[in-house]
């Protein structure tokens, strides 16, 4: 049986900070919870780079633009500039001006993927609204197509509609447009017991569903993120450490990449998940299982108090 995530404590924590240089950490369910700090996340977060640690802040996350999430983090007291955002919204617009891309996107998805293909200057409509107005028999004959849309990208989509859903199968119908998933995430954190959000995933199988053919994907577990940063800031995988609280994204895209791992238990996964992993014959499920563990990132703050002392 593979090994559960070692917790963080006051024996291990010396070897642990001295084995990483550069720190990646998820957002939403590590940092802050919609508009919530997790505990202390920002203090903990903030006194790793006083000691030196370079961080990044790399999320699944394409609702916001690299510039609205620096403005989340000083809002919420993260300590952060727009270098060190790594957002799939982002990731997104280079993919696209990596392949050279000069027509148009459709876009399912909301504005932070608007903002940054306007960052790269990519042409793009379908950030906005288009609910179903009449009887959706009616769209074939309403429903008109731009001439120049060569991909789609889909993402979280707040105006999730079946016209939206038509739209963007339509213009994949054409083999030559590109299909792109901002991320695959099943569920987004919320902090209600009762509720389930869904995530940009149940958009990307609507459309998946429709066209048969999948999408190529940007965020976690992808490695297109850590090639774009560590190419940009010539990163050491053996150096770098990801901390996440979603294993099949965050987890997994440490382990696909050759990182250290550290998965806090704030977001959606629970003790509960990692001992079914561990326990399990499906050797997939065991890659999920983290190096270290901490209940959330606010827990370091004791730990790095004894390290200075020492
Ligand atoms: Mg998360």
């Given at each position: 049986?593979?090994?559960?995530?070692?917790?963080?404590?006051n024996?291990?924590?010396?070897?642990?900070?001295?084995?990483?240089?550069y720190?990646?950490?998820?957002?939403?369910?590590?940092?802050?919870?919609?508009d919530?700090?997790i505990?202390q996340?920002?203090?903990?977060?903030?006194?790793?780079?006083?000691?030196?640690?370079?961080?990044?802040?790399?999320?699944?996350?394409?609702?916001?633009?690299?510039?609205?999430?620096?403005?989340?983090?000083?809002?919420?007291?993260?300590?952060?500039n727009?270098?060190?955002?790594?957002?799939?919204?982002?990731?997104?617009?280079?993919?696209?001006?990596?392949?050279?891309?000069?027509?148009?996107?459709?876009?399912?998805?909301?504005?932070?993927?608007?903002?940054?293909?306007?960052?790269?200057g990519?042409?793009?409509?379908?950030?906005e609204p288009?609910?179903?107005?009449?009887?959706?028999?009616?769209?074939?004959?309403?429903?008109?197509?731009e001439?120049?849309?060569?991909?789609?990208?889909?993402?979280?989509d707040?105006?999730?509609?079946?016209?939206?859903v038509?739209?963007?199968?339509?213009?994949?119908?054409?083999?030559?447009?590109?299909f792109?998933?901002?991320?695959?995430?099943?569920?987004?954190?919320?902090?209600?017991?009762?509720?389930i959000?869904?995530?940009?995933?149940?958009?990307?199988?609507?459309?998946?569903?429709?066209?048969?053919r999948?999408?190529v994907?940007?965020?976690?577990p992808?490695?297109?993120?850590?090639?774009l940063?560590?190419?940009?800031?010539?990163?050491?995988?053996?150096?770098?450490?990801?901390?996440?609280?979603?294993c099949?994204?965050?987890i997994?895209?440490?382990?696909?990449?050759?990182?250290?791992?550290?998965?806090?238990?704030?977001?959606?996964?629970?003790?509960?998940?990692?001992?079914?992993?561990?326990?399990?014959?499906?050797?997939?499920?065991?890659?999920?299982?983290?190096?270290?563990?901490?209940?959330?990132?606010?827990?370091?703050i004791?730990?790095?108090?004894?390290?200075?002392?020492?």
């Amino acid at each position: 049986m593979p090994a559960l995530p070692t917790l963080l404590d006051n024996k291990n924590i010396k070897e642990f900070l001295k084995s990483f240089d550069y720190v990646l950490t998820d957002c939403d369910g590590v940092l802050w919870c919609t508009d919530t700090v997790i505990g202390q996340a920002n203090d903990a977060l903030n006194q790793l780079r006083a000691l030196g640690k370079k961080i990044f802040y790399i999320t699944n996350n394409s609702t916001k633009s690299r510039n609205e999430i620096v403005a989340k983090c000083e809002r919420l007291s993260f300590i952060a500039n727009k270098e060190e955002i790594v957002c799939s919204s982002y990731v997104t617009a280079l993919y696209l001006k990596q392949q050279n891309f000069k027509r148009k996107v459709y876009i399912m998805g909301a504005s932070g993927i608007a903002r940054e293909l306007e960052d790269v200057g990519i042409a793009h409509y379908g950030a906005e609204p288009e609910p179903l107005v009449g009887d959706v028999y009616d769209l074939k004959n309403t429903m008109t197509l731009e001439p120049d849309v060569g991909a789609v990208v889909v993402g979280l989509d707040p105006y999730f509609s079946f016209p939206r859903v038509m739209r963007a199968s339509s213009y994949l119908k054409d083999p030559d447009c590109i299909f792109i998933a901002t991320n695959t995430d099943e569920r987004f954190p919320i902090n209600k017991n009762d509720l389930i959000m869904p995530g940009a995933g149940a958009c990307v199988k609507c459309v998946e569903t429709v066209v048969q053919r999948p999408p190529v994907i940007m965020g976690k577990p992808s490695e297109t993120m850590f090639s774009l940063i560590s190419d940009k800031h010539q990163l050491n995988p053996s150096r770098t450490l990801m901390i996440g609280d979603r294993c099949n994204t965050d987890i997994l895209f440490g382990k696909n990449c050759g990182l250290h791992t550290l998965v806090v238990l704030s977001g959606i996964t629970k003790m509960e998940d990692l001992e079914s992993w561990a326990a399990s014959t499906d050797e997939d499920k065991h890659k999920l299982l983290a190096d270290y563990y901490l209940p959330e990132l606010g827990d370091f703050i004791p730990l790095l108090k004894n390290e200075k002392c020492q």
